[in-house]
């Protein structure tokens, strides 16, 4: 079973760091309200959604919830909240409305957000709705029909508080040290830090160190996956930039470049991870491939002049796929890594090349050319060396019967 | 011996193409004088002999390969290890009565913005000691200062004619009998780059000494990796993925760059089986992508991008 449903709190008192009496008592004195709905916003693994779920089952309401799965557009929208909304419910059930991640509304949701307003000024329930992100301009839309309600990342104390309770029950051993900073690489998420506890202790039930070295590689997919997801499946370019913006890893890989463009230093960019995602998830991956090549001009043009503020346009570029994508485009979308990732191919490519760069670099020195270029004559060093034997070069005899078998003629 | 060192100019006289290039230097050279210098132009038309010409003459006798050192920037890994090399080999004097040491400079134009400018104050420090020759195929990637610092030579491709007369100089020598159709062939494979052009001279010697147009064909063809038009085939198939699975796999294996592949995509684009029209908007793209990569950019990528707009139905 997963620990963030086993620990999931139950009751109100049970949820820390949130403002849980100010929600409590929108719900219950809903109808001397001023505002119609209450807005939570914050960042993911807060309690915003949790919130309500436990409200309505400490005060005894029914929960009718819509969220980013479902699809919200108005017709959707109506059917799914009007009855709710107008009727009491058949046997008198006070009900609380939850929808989930407002700013995740996208175009394809039409009219869904105008919708929402319509439905929360009628409402005769409480209405609560989340949100990551208000400062997105479609959210404007809600400025002076909901009450705001800041939902702060969880601190790094009760963080520990909880993971500490966590260890206990399980039986966990564990160094004050080590729980602290897989605390800390949480960010304030909650639903991360108990998962990522799960996964490095459940089998060893014991907080190794080195665990948690090992986080940060995966804390970083897991949100690249979440942009992946919004380029893919929205077309939010605002919102998308903005989650570039905040994008724990770089945009474009702005290191020194290698050799070679196929063997490269750093594989956790967010270029890399389109690249190999595009093909498998859009149909027309052509017009997408367009905007990653001219936003990757803007990257020659940063590493040649230094002038960083180009990577706004590669931000730009990269948002725009969103926009490109075909209609109803609904693929499963995997958070895989280039194929040419480093790893994979430093092995062949050392492997295949240690020969041949071998045989490069001798042939270079002797004939005033670099390594690189003598690669690309070397088929014709190979048939050469059917009549020459490369002695004088310094090539061995291993080396000159490798090169005789490169090239068929 | 590799033909290409054996038949490389070793006189001002012998280096063809390039007369009034030839002719400044060799004055400044006479004087024992020169400044720092810069040559720019395509692959195999003489910077690198014309500059292993002046060590020669400038050093005349034994000490020219003392006093001069060679350096690739695609090849020395790093600003730091060129610095240090050059710090070592200018804190002596040169031999004999020139007073200062050469050092060259290939492929310069692959040093990044910071190389560069770290190379600029080496060559302000060393000035007294040792004079500099860049060599780059494109001038215009070099910073201004280091142009500034620089007498600038642009390269201008060779000569048909030229070619015509290397070739057969070349052929006599050896005893190759060279067939008709055999000197446009060479030209028309190789855009001129003369080192290229020896090679396959070369090449073809190994297999016959009597050279057709046909076995420079064969030898050419036989060198180009067979991999690139199956991607091509693969790609207007509509398999992208495994066709840049592939392509991936032979950039590795044959140690291609971005250039070489696009190179010779655009050749392979002429005798692909489908439509004249959309082979045109194929070139079109074609060219527009190898002006991205001279650009600066991710060669991978971009070739991605073509094999992306290739695979639109």
């Known amino acids: 079973m997963l620990w963030t449903e086993k620990y999931k709190p139950l009751r109100l008192k049970d949820i820390k760091g949130q403002d849980t009496e100010r929600v409590c008592n929108f719900v219950l004195n809903y109808n001397r309200e001023k505002y119609r709905a209450l807005l939570l916003y914050g960042p993911t693994g807060t309690g915003k959604s949790l919130i309500a779920n436990v409200i309505a089952k400490e005060l005894g309401y029914e929960l009718k919830e819509i969220n980013s799965s479902d699809s919200r557009s108005k017709s959707d929208l109506e059917l799914v909240l009007g009855n709710a909304i107008n009727q009491g419910s058949l046997f008198g059930n006070k009900k609380l409305i939850l929808i989930d991640d407002v700013d995740a509304f996208s175009s394809g949701d039409r009219g869904g957000l105008k919708a929402i307003v319509e439905i929360i000024t009628n409402s005769k329930f409480p209405v609560i709705m989340t949100a990551n992100n208000i400062e997105i301009e479609k959210m404007e839309i809600f400025k002076r029909v909901v009450e705001y309600l800041e939902f702060e990342e969880i601190s790094l104390m009760d963080t520990l508080e909880l993971l500490k309770e966590i260890c206990s029950k399980e ?34 039930r014991e907080l190794k160190k080195e665990d948690i070295e090992s986080l940060d590689a995966r804390n970083f997919s897991g949100k690249v ?18 989650d570039i913006d905040n994008l724990n890893i770089p945009l474009i890989d702005l290191t020194k470049p290698s050799i070679s463009s196929v063997v490269f230093n750093n594989e956790k960019c967010l270029s890399y991870y389109l690249e190999e995602n595009l093909p498998k998830v859009y149909s027309n991956f052509g017009d997408a491939f367009e905007l990653m090549s001219k936003a990757d001009v803007f990257r020659g043009r940063i590493i040649g ?23 109803n485009e609904k693929v499963g979308i995997s958070c895989s890594v280039t194929r040419r990732s480093p790893k994979k191919n430093f092995k062949l490519w050392s492997l295949v090349n240690r020969r041949r760069w071998g045989v490069a670099d001798k042939v270079a020195i002797h004939s005033h050319i670099s390594a690189w270029r003598a690669l690309t004559e070397l088929p014709y060093y190979s048939i050469i060396s059917r009549k020459y034997d490369f002695k004088e070069i310094g090539l061995t005899e291993e080396e000159i019967e490798w090169l005789r078998k490169k090239v068929n003629i | 011996m590799l033909w290409t060192e054996k038949y490389r100019p070793k006189t001002f006289g012998d280096i063809k193409g390039q007369d009034k290039i030839v002719e400044r230097i060799k004055a400044m050279v006479e004087n024992k004088n020169i400044p720092h210098l810069l040559f720019s132009g395509p692959a195999g ?41 050059i710090k070592d080999f200018a804190r002596t004097k040169a031999l004999g009565n020139v007073p200062f040491k050469l050092i060259y400079l290939d492929e310069s ?96 010697s190994a297999l016959t ?31 992208f993925i495994s066709a840049r699975e592939r392509l991936l796999e032979v950039m590795l294996q044959h140690g291609l760059s971005g250039l070489d592949v696009i190179k010779q995509i655009q050749k392979e684009l002429i005798s692909l089986k489908i439509d004249d029209r959309k082979k045109m908007d194929m070139i079109e793209v074609c060219g527009e992508i190898e002006f991205r990569m001279v650009e600066g950019s991710d060669e991978f990528l971009q070739l991605q991008a073509l094999l992306a707009r290739f695979s639109r139905p």
């Open chain 1, 171 to 204: 039986k966990i051993k564990y160094d004050e040290r080590e729980l602290k900073s897989l605390a800390r690489t949480s960010g304030g998420d909650l639903r991360v830090a108990i998962s990522d506890l799960q996964l490095l202790t459940e089998n060893t």
């Open chain 1, 225 to 242: 996956e979440d942009i992946l997801v919004k380029i893919f499946r929205t077309r939010e370019i605002e919102l998308i930039q903005h």
């Open chain 1, 305 to 327: 002049n230094q002038y960083y503020r180009y990577l706004t346009y590669v931000r730009d570029f990269y948002s725009c796929i969103s926009l490109v994508k075909g209609e």
């Open chain 2, 45 to 85: 038309i003489g910077k690198t002999s014309l500059a292993l010409v002046v060590a020669r003459e400038l050093y005349k006798g034994e000490n020219w390969r003392e006093n001069l050192l060679e350096l690739n920037a695609s090849d020395e890994r790093g600003i730091d290890v060129i610095r240090n090399t």
């Open chain 2, 109 to 204: 134009d692959s040093l990044t913005k910071e190389a560069q400018h770290a190379l600029r104050r080496t060559m302000e420090n060393f000035t007294n000691n040792a004079r500099f020759i860049l060599s780059c195929n494109y001038a215009s990637k070099l910073i201004d200062p280091i142009h500034s610092r620089c007498s600038v030579f642009h390269f201008k491709p060779l000569l048909r004619k030229d070619i015509e007369n290397y070739v057969k100089f070349i052929a006599k020598s050896e005893g190759l009998k060279i067939g008709e159709g055999v000197i446009d062939a060479l030209y028309n494979s190789t855009e001129g780059d003369v080192r290229r052009i020896v090679n396959i001279l070369q090449s073809c």
């Open chain 2, 209 to 239: 000494n009597n050279i057709t147009e046909e076995v420079i064909y064969s030898v050419v063809s036989a060198a180009r990796p067979k991999e690139i038009k199956m991607i091509l085939e693969e790609t207007l198939k509509g398999n």
